[in-house]
């Protein structure tokens, strides 16, 4: 079975704090994925990577960014949390190219006073 | 640019009733459709997708949706739900271009089955 793990469930934060969103997949993805999810709202995607150091911006990229150092991991990183973060983050991976699914983890949600 | 739409945010029905989840898209070329599941606070799987031939899809457990290209739809049925079948439901599509990894969501509809 393919699992990707987040490494927080539950995370509250400052406002101005710097906040790192941990995702490991164990399947050996090219692609990794970064959405946040708000009620009424659906995915957005923030970031995605398909390689290892590579990066594209998603729809929402602006106030994040990323770091995919190892094929396994891909970080959310916010530079310096706003209340407007407050949401559900979801990392999802994929296998190479093609209509491939995507495998999502079980979410971050994060709250910041 | 893709996007879509789900009609509906919240869809209540009874247990044994069926039911219709309803998702257009827009898009000036093909595209593929899928339909994935969030059971409550877990992340999402994959329900069906559709790529190419047969218009109509099912899953394991029971649902369907069916392709229609002139009417821009991708609607999701089950004839009969349970209450495990209670989650929310995102409709979402992709291009098919070589490269494209990209998946664009609808809203979500929140199914409640009630018993």
């Known amino acids: 079975d393919v699992k990707v793990t987040q490494s927080s469930r539950y995370l509250v934060k400052r406002t101005g704090e710097k906040v790192f969103l941990e995702c490991v997949q164990d399947m050996d993805h090219e692609n990794m994925f970064w959405y946040r999810q708000d009620p009424g709202l659906g995915l957005r995607l923030i970031y995605f990577s398909y390689d290892v150091k590579m990066k594209e911006k998603g729809d929402i990229p602006e106030g994040y960014s990323v770091s995919r150092e190892k094929k396994e991991r891909f970080s959310l990183i916010l530079e310096s949390a706003s209340t407007n973060q407050t949401s559900m983050y979801l990392c999802a991976s994929s296998f190479g190219q093609g209509a491939r699914e995507q495998y999502f983890g079980p979410g971050t949600r994060l709250t910041v006073t | 640019a893709q996007s879509v739409t789900q009609l509906d945010s919240q869809v209540p029905v009874f247990e044994e009733a069926p039911v219709e989840l309803r998702c257009n898209y827009s898009?000036?070329?093909?595209?593929?459709l899928f339909w994935y599941v969030q059971y409550p606070n877990q992340g999402l799987q994959l329900l069906l997708k559709?790529?190419?031939?047969?218009?109509l899809v099912e899953s394991i457990n029971g649902f369907e949706a069916e392709f229609n290209k002139s009417q821009t739809s991708f609607h999701l049925r089950k004839p009969s739900v349970h209450i495990s079948d209670t989650a929310e439901y995102f409709c979402?599509?992709?291009?098919?271009?070589?490269?494209?990894?990209?998946?664009?969501f609808g809203q979500g509809t929140r199914l409640t089955i009630n018993p």
């Open positions: 898009s000036s070329v093909s595209v593929y």
């Open positions: 559709y790529l190419s031939g047969s218009t």
């Open positions: 979402a599509v992709r291009s098919p271009r070589q490269g494209a990894q990209k998946l664009v």
